[in-house]
């Protein structure tokens, strides 16, 4: 970075860099040969007060290039458990935090750019990230906000003007990312396994102020903050099964305090229903298939929990035993938002004792079909509005779902809505358009390989508005062709 500041008119206040010393090393981005800004979230600029500057200046900023006036550049420090192994020393080594921002609600929001260039964390690798990553990223994570589901965000791609080597030379980006943090459980654990007792209790102090300060004369408010976490968490998770997405690599480093979804690499959403669905090329044992997904949240959450034992309780057995009862909470608490979401996928607006249950018999009537996950909450809605079966013909063997029909009709007989109503109330809660594999692929090597950004504009328009019809958009809710083949998804973007 140079010295020229650019004014943007933000708000900047960063209380991480002020008052988290030791926590992060400050640090700028690479200069960028030739940026360009390809992509401004409009909506979400405008939120977080982002005054138009010229689109040169934006294009320095969001590749690294240059530093908006009242930002204080840092790279964060941060810990983590991949794939169950646990690395004491991660930390952001391909993205640098420009500071945070109170936004148009007055809330306090992180802008970070990813891909930036090198830092202290960067170990082996170049600190950059590729063109297609960058999309990917800004699609996703755009389609889960628009899903209702908690998310960072995207604000910004621009080019570099580099070629970055992946195994082939690939177009060099970044992109700014907003989340109301970018504190994890990996953070936590970062202190926590230097013996750093003093900045554990520091960060969750931070933290309980910056998210949770609803606790802050709370008599026991490290378990309260823990149960927080585990609670947002819990709700996410649920939220995630329920429109079918995959996060792919929830190691404790993309696990985030906030309850937002973190860390858009291997991620897809499924497309024929499986449990043990997985992208990732490099999840080999399947840790992070669908249906493990709550498993992992649980299990990363103890680790979580490990890291403030010594703030819970002066007895040590005392600190364990109301982490474990916590830990082991998440499971109902995870059960009943899955149900919550369930019933509103399902047109239930009452609550009875066996609705976990219907929900999972209809998934399990889909195990081992190819039945579109997606599609066949649409076309529930369908019959309803105009009294056919039409969705057994989704299926391959429709006789357990027709028999699971039978008990969802039962149930819906027991329940008053009325038919319109009821119609309403699904529309909301099953999404046409989610962003397809085959179609989030096309948008990216449109990009990369033709420079044409027509496609991932077009996905993007569309994916913004999942639950409503858009003339015109009839391929944004069709599955993949069958030349699509078997969907892989890579890491190290
Ligand atoms: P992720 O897979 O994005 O969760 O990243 C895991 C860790 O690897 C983090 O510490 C990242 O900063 C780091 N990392 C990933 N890609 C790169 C890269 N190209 N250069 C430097 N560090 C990276
Ligand atoms: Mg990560």
Known sequence: MN?????????????????????????????????????????????????????EDLAKLFSGSESPIGASPLAQAYAGHQFGGFNPQLGD????????????????????????????????????????????????????????????????????????????????????????????????????????????????????????????????????????????????VAKWLLVGFIHGVMNTDNMTISGETIDYGPCAFMDNYGADTVFSSIDRNSRYSYANQPIMAQWNLARLAETLLPLLHDDEDEAMALATGSVTDFWDIFQHHWVVGMRAKLGLSTEDEGDFALGEQLLASMSEEEVDFTNLFRCLIRDLESDTTESAKLFNHAEKYLLWRKSWIARLAKDKLSLSERITMMKAANPLYIPRNHQVEYAIEAAEQRADYQPFEELITVLANPYTVQVGAEKYSEQAPSSFGVYTTFCGT
């Open 93 to 236: 080594g391909r993205a640098l935090l420009l500071g945070e921002v109170l936004d148009g609600s007055g809330e306090r929001v992180d802008i970070q750019l990813k891909g930036s260039g090198r830092t202290p964390f960067s170990r082996g690798g170049d600190g950059k990230a590729v063109l297609g990553a960058v999309l990917r990223e800004y699609i996703l994570s755009e389609a889960m906000y628009a899903l209702n589901i908690p998310t960072t965000r995207a604000l910004a791609v621009v080019t570099t003007g580099e070629s970055i080597y992946r195994k082939q030379y690939l177009p060099g980006a970044v992109l700014t990312r907003v989340a109301s943090s970018h504190l994890r459980i990996g953070t936590f654990q970062f202190f926590s396994s230097r013996g750093e007792q003093g900045k554990v209790k520091q960060l969750a102090d931070y933290a309980i102020a910056r998210h949770y300060p609803e606790l802050k004369d709370s008599k026991q408010i490290y378990l309260d903050f823990f149960c927080a976490v585990r609670d947002k968490q819990a709700e996410l």
């Open 3 to 55: 010295d020229k500041k650019i004014e943007l008119g933000l708000r900047f206040d960063n209380s991480y860099a002020n008052e988290l010393e030791g926590f992060y090393v400050a640090c700028l981005g690479a200069k960028a040969p030739s940026p360009v800004l390809i992509k401004l979230n409009e909506t979400l600029s405008q939120h977080i007060g982002l005054n138009t500057t010229s689109v």
